[in-house]
């Protein structure tokens, strides 16, 4: 399973970015799928995650009330719709999968995914 991101870019404090997960050639609808983050000098950090259905989803408290996951199943594509973005945000973005069952159940998002992506840059810089 290849995970392909894309959506990444510079922009200003305040600007907004959609971030994209797919994964050609392979039907994500059993997947849990997890973002997270790496920026130089810092940890990684999980910044949000779905349930296969969109049920369950969880976010990082730094981004609370400004990021918002979601899927759509029919595109085989997960979305991380980014707004009010801040410099601390800059990083590595990268989609990860799992089909064990219930990696997103844990609302402090410390599941193992078994797949990952390389990863799209998100700069925030004025």
């Known amino acids: 399973l290849q995970l392909v991101e894309s959506g990444g870019g510079l922009v200003q404090p305040g600007g907004s970015l959609r971030l994209s997960c797919t994964a050609p050639g392979f039907i994500l609808d059993d997947y849990d799928i997890g973002w997270f983050r790496q920026a130089p000098g810092r940890a990684r950090e999980a910044v949000s995650c779905i349930s296969t259905r969109g049920e369950i989803r969880h976010y990082a408290d730094s981004v609370k009330g400004r990021f918002i996951i979601s899927r759509y199943n029919a595109k085989n594509t997960v979305f991380l719709e980014m707004d009010s973005l801040k410099p601390e945000d800059t990083g590595n973005y990268y989609c990860?999968?799992?089909?064990?069952?219930?990696?997103?159940?844990?609302?402090?998002?410390?599941?193992?995914?078994?797949?990952r992506g390389q990863g799209t840059q998100v700069t925030v810089s004025s």
């Open positions: 990860t999968a799992d089909n064990s069952g219930g990696a997103c159940y844990d609302e402090a998002m410390t599941a193992t995914y078994d797949y």
